[in-house]
């Protein structure tokens, strides 16, 4: 089970910490990624941890603003989120892939969480 919370409204240039704690029995076994979807698009990828911790995939659209990093004493993963911009508004979800490494593998997560809502506005 993976629980997202942490979302919220912010103004364009801020910055938000979203988590994601699993209730897993190896989370660290577990690649990590978030996903978003934005009203009226499809969900789609932001970034990925792999199982290992060794390597970080990142959309170009967030790469140098956002930042995956995980607890694995508090089976949490965390999303740094800073310079936000309006177009980064949607509802982000947290996934896990057992034993993913790659990009493609981490891309087709085993489980999904329930989503946290992201504003960016003035």
């Known amino acids: 089970q993976l629980q997202a ?3 919220g409204l912010v103004q364009p240039g801020g910055s938000l910490r979203p988590s994601c704690a ?6 660290s076994s ?3 990624a978030w996903f978003r979807q934005a009203p009226g698009k499809e969900r789609e990828f ?7 911790g060794n390597s970080a995939y990142y ?3 967030v790469k140098d603003r956002f930042t995956i990093s995980k607890d694995l004493a ?3 993963v965390y999303l ?17 892939k057992l034993y993913g490494m790659t ?17 960016v506005s003035s």
Do not use: H
Request: neutral net charge; charged residues 15%.
């Open 46 to 52: 932001v970034v990925g941890m792999s199982w290992t």
């Open 22 to 27: 699993a209730s897993v029995r190896t989370f």
């Open 103 to 119: 990009s493609a593998t981490i891309r087709t997560p085993d489980y999904w969480g329930q989503g946290t809502q992201v504003t």
């Open 30 to 32: 577990y690649a990590m």
């Open 5 to 7: 919370s942490g979302g």
């Open 80 to 96: 740094q989120m800073n310079s936000l911009k309006p177009e980064d508004t949607a509802v982000y979800y947290c996934a896990a």
């Open 59 to 61: 959309a170009d659209s």
């Open 74 to 76: 508090k089976q949490t």
